[in-house]
């Protein structure tokens, strides 16, 4: 439940949430895909596959390579915030313990963060919270997609 104080005060961040809301999207629409049934046909209509490739996870699916190109093209700055979001959302740090949970994101950031998030089951949701959290609400153009 968010206290009156945390949407009046919302906690600084180096990332803008319009790039959070960008990522939550793309994560969950990578979380939502399932191992394929059955390998398609290579020129197989979506209409009689009942568009189900969209679903399934392809080693050549570009959701993934959408998520971690997103995640890739931020700044050191934005993607620790971005680690440190992930962590207050989960339940590892509170509001008041986000200096820490940067500090700690700073140290363990690595040019394998994107890998790391993504491995993340969840980070969809993790990101919302921690946005929540922290004070910040999604862009309006983004509730309708998430």
């Known amino acids: 439940m968010r206290t009156s104080d945390q949407t009046k005060n919302p ?3 180096n ?3 319009d790039k959070v809301g960008f990522i939550i999207l793309k994560a969950r629409e990578f979380d939502a895909k399932v191992e394929p049934e059955e390998e398609l046909e290579s020129g197989s209509n ?3 596959d ?3 490739d969209i679903l399934e ?3 050549d699916d570009p959701t993934l390579e959408e998520l971690r190109g997103a995640i890739d093209a931020l700044d ?3 993607v620790i915030d971005l680690i440190a979001l992930a962590w207050v959302g989960r339940g590892d740090f509170d509001r008041s313990e986000w200096p820490a949970a940067q500090r700690l994101a700073s140290e363990r950031h690595r040019p394998r963060s994107a890998d790391y998030l993504v491995g993340m089951p969840a980070l969809g949701d993790y990101l919302e919270e921690g946005l929540a959290t922290l004070g910040h609400s999604l862009p309006d153009q983004m ?3 998430l």
Do not use: M
Request: proline fraction near 10%; charge should be negative; aromatic fraction near 4%.
């Open 11 to 13: 906690v600084a961040l």
């Open 15 to 17: 990332i803008n949430p």
């Open 46 to 48: 979506p209409t009689d």
């Open 50 to 52: 009942a568009e189900r």
């Open 57 to 59: 996870d392809y080693g």
């Open 76 to 78: 050191d700055d934005e």
């Open 143 to 145: 509730t309708g997609h």
